[in-house]
């Protein structure tokens, strides 16, 4: 601690009035003695500065007497002479006595010993002018020692009372906590000698250099956070990182920084979301960059923000959990009471983009755009929507792109005589488009509006199918699923920005590792490898799957048997095929530590579209469903079934798929599956199949 700290607290000080006057008086008399020290060791420095000026003093005056005593003597000398001449001058002339001129034997000692003394007095004060100095400068050094120990008295004893005063606050944990603080600032100074070396960026580490581990929306803030990793300390031409973003179709920096953060090994980089506006950034990728010989460079990986539920308004209830029973239900018998009598709580139902994407009347702002709806068709949308919400039915929405010419669709696809198209998520067109219509249907169908309610969201239909639904040209798988990803992303993005409960699914059929040499689709194994790889490698989200299990091929009418194509199923996750014999691989396959979610779970999955053909006879299509049901039952994994369909397609059924349950055996079976009542109408179907009991085909998961 230091004085502020007792400064600001001087109910601290008063807690134990004789502990903290005892310290005090301790704590003036070292404080006392500290002064009294620091006093002498300047005295002591001064008197040093005295005594060389004497010593230089000394040697002067020493000087000036030797000069004066040898005068003397000279001068002594040329007296005699002179008075020697004047007698020989005088007797010359005058012939008188000659008389010599006596100097006195104590004169003359004198006169020749001034020269000595003056030596001798000289080298006197020499030596005790040293001896002088040597003895200042000890007393200067004792001083100097003496005024350090005095300080640490000083400080031993300051540091005693703010014990004491902690510990009256604290009740006996003064102690505790300043060895806390000094631990701390130990570890402050240990992590100081222990920072990271700089390192040189090479073309070997530049990708990688940094780790951009997640991308976050605050809850509380609503900025973008950035957390960044790095084992060391980057060479560049200044000391900062540099946050840049990209959008989903570019795949290098361009234009200035967001920001700069000072270089470190662990930091978090902060910018603003713009939700919402032509500046949005939340189908944006985050990177940072370094400034190398006066250009930007990357130097890590890049990532998306993997919460966009953090600016959700809405997070709607989920409907459907007391039963696994769905259907691909027709319109005009959502008021028959039919789905009531069934028991259905999960319908499935098509949104064409060329029914609300062409025409006008209904405006909707979203990032600093206004776009047109078509108002009779969406208005169509909400009768369906809202029927199905006020008799509590999970609804999953199947979004299609049957537009062969528009900005929603991806430009190599564009007019390829299809009947369905890939998704555009490869320009800025093509993003703003997507976003606008997810925003739009999240925001319709929250169930806030009065519009229904729509959980669920099915991105396009067996998208693996390349050539008749999600045409594109044909490219290899790892290309192929980054562009319905991108896709996903955006939808994802933007749905659960709206509702924070809504759920995005990827629709894949059943062909799971075939292995031909067919063009026309890819394996569902590949390309959801290839698709979840992509989506971890960028952020993870949690996309879900929504699955067709249906027989092969696929007017073969037993769930159970396929005759000579029985080889194409297997338990394994090399199987051609998985349908409902073996569904389990499925989800045995997605349980895998790659494919959890953000939250380390197994994605969900749905039976999306599966059905069987009456063609051979009402009773193997209602054995069938049954089958289905009771396999579908005993996988914790799969949370619903959505048959298909309620009533028979004329253009299916000249294919000999009379898949409808409408007005057929089929219909009874499936309305008493999941009921206490299966012994009599759904039971009866095993001697059919040649099982004795349902766990004989169930695999518990």
């Known amino acids: 601690m230091d004085n502020e700290n007792v400064k600001n607290n001087p109910q601290d000080v008063s807690a134990d009035p004789q502990s903290s006057g005892t310290i005090e008086d301790e704590t003036a008399t070292a404080q006392e003695s500290a002064v009294a020290g620091e006093t002498a060791a300047e005295e002591v420095s001064g008197a040093t500065e005295i005594a060389t000026a004497a010593e230089t003093a000394s040697e002067g005056d020493t000087s000036a007497a030797s000069s004066e005593a040898t005068g003397a003597a000279v001068a002594g000398e040329t007296a005699s002479e002179e008075s020697s001449d004047t007698a020989e001058q005088t007797g010359t002339s005058a012939s008188a006595p000659e008389k010599k001129l006596r100097i006195p034997r104590t004169l003359r000692i004198v006169l020749a010993f001034i020269p000595v003394a003056a030596a001798l007095t000289c080298l006197i004060v020499y030596l005790l002018n040293s001896r002088y100095i040597e003895t200042l400068k000890e007393n200067e050094r004792i001083a100097a020692d003496d005024a350090i120990v005095k300080q640490a008295a000083y400080t031993l004893a300051l540091d005693t009372f703010h014990r004491h005063a902690v510990e009256d606050v604290f009740g006996g944990t003064g102690e505790e906590v300043a060895d806390a603080l000094v631990n701390a600032g130990l570890s402050t100074i240990e992590g100081i000698n222990n920072r990271p070396p700089y390192v040189e960026i090479t073309d070997a580490n530049r990708a990688h250099f940094a780790d951009v581990e997640s991308v976050l929306i605050s809850p509380d803030t609503g900025m973008v956070e950035v957390s960044v990793r790095a084992d060391a300390l980057p ?39 713009n939700y919402n506006s032509a500046q949005s950034r939340l189908f944006d990728k985050f990177c940072m960059a ?13 990532s998306y923000i993997t919460n966009p539920e953090a600016k959700a308004s ?40 060329s029914l609300i994407c062409n025409g006008s009347g209904i405006s909707h702002t979203y990032n600093g755009h206004t776009y047109s709806f078509n108002a009779h068709q969406v208005g169509l949308y909400d009768i369906i929507f809202s029927r199905l919400s006020a008799r509590g039915v999970d609804i999953n929405a199947i979004i299609i792109n049957d537009m ?68 594109t040209p044909y490219m290899g798988v790892d290309q192929y699923a980054r562009l319905y990803a991108d896709v996903v992303r955006v939808f994802y993005n933007a749905m659960t920005a709206v509702n924070s409960t809504t759920r995005v699914y990827v629709s894949l059929d059943n062909r799971w590792n075939m292995n031909k040499s067919d063009k026309s689709f890819y394996d569902v194994k590949d390309m959801m490898d290839a698709f979840n790889a992509y989506m971890c490698s960028e952020g993870n989200i949690n996309w ?6 249906y027989n092969y091929p696929l007017t073969e009418p037993k769930a159970w048997s396929w005759g000579r194509y029985d080889s194409m199923v297997s338990g394994s996750s090399s199987s051609p095929i998985v349908s409902m014999r073996n569904i389990h691989v499925l989800t045995d396959y997605l349980g895998q530590s790659s494919y959890l979610d953000n939250n380390g779970n197994v994605r969900r999955v749905i039976l999306s579209e599966m059905g069987y053909t009456s063609s051979h006879g009402q009773g193997l299509q209602s054995a069938s469903i049954c089958y289905a049901y009771k396999v579908m039952e005993a996988n914790s994994h799969i949370d619903y079934m ?51 009991s349902w766990g004989a085909i169930q695999n518990p998961r």
């Open 642 to 692: 959505l048959l298909s369909r309620q009533v028979d397609a004329a253009p299916e059924v000249a294919e000999g798929l009379a898949l409808g349950i409408n007005g057929k055996e089929g219909y009874t079976a499936y309305k008493f599956c999941g009921t206490s009542q299966e012994s009599t109408y759904v039971d009866k179907y095993l001697g059919t199949i040649g099982i004795g």
């Open 404 to 471: 062969p010419h528009s900005t929603l669709t991806y430009p190599a696809s564009r007019g390829g005589g299809a009947t369905l198209y890939a998704f555009n998520a490869s320009d800025k067109e093509g993003v703003d488009m997507l976003g606008a219509v997810a925003n739009f249907l999240a925001n319709r169908y929250s169930g806030a509006s009065g519009h229904g309610k729509v959980s669920n969201w099915i991105i396009g239909n067996e998208v693996n199918e390349r050539t008749v639904y999600n045409y």
């Open 544 to 549: 879900h799957v929504g699955y067709h299990p």
């Open 290 to 302: 370094l400034l190398i010989d006066g250009n930007y460079v990357e130097v890590s990986n890049s």
């Open 235 to 273: 060479v560049s031409d200044d000391g900062y990182y540099y946050l840049f973003s990209k959008a989903i179709y570019q795949d290098h920096i361009s234009g200035e920084p967001i920001t700069r953060i000072e270089k470190d090994v662990d930091f978090i980089a902060e910018c603003n979301l």
């Open 314 to 353: 809405y997070a709607s209830s989920r409907d459907g959990a007391s039963t696994k029973k769905g259907l691909l239900v027709y319109s005009e018998l959502i008021n028959s009471g039919q789905l009531e009598d069934l028991g259905v709580k999960h319908a499935a139902y098509n949104v064409y983009t």
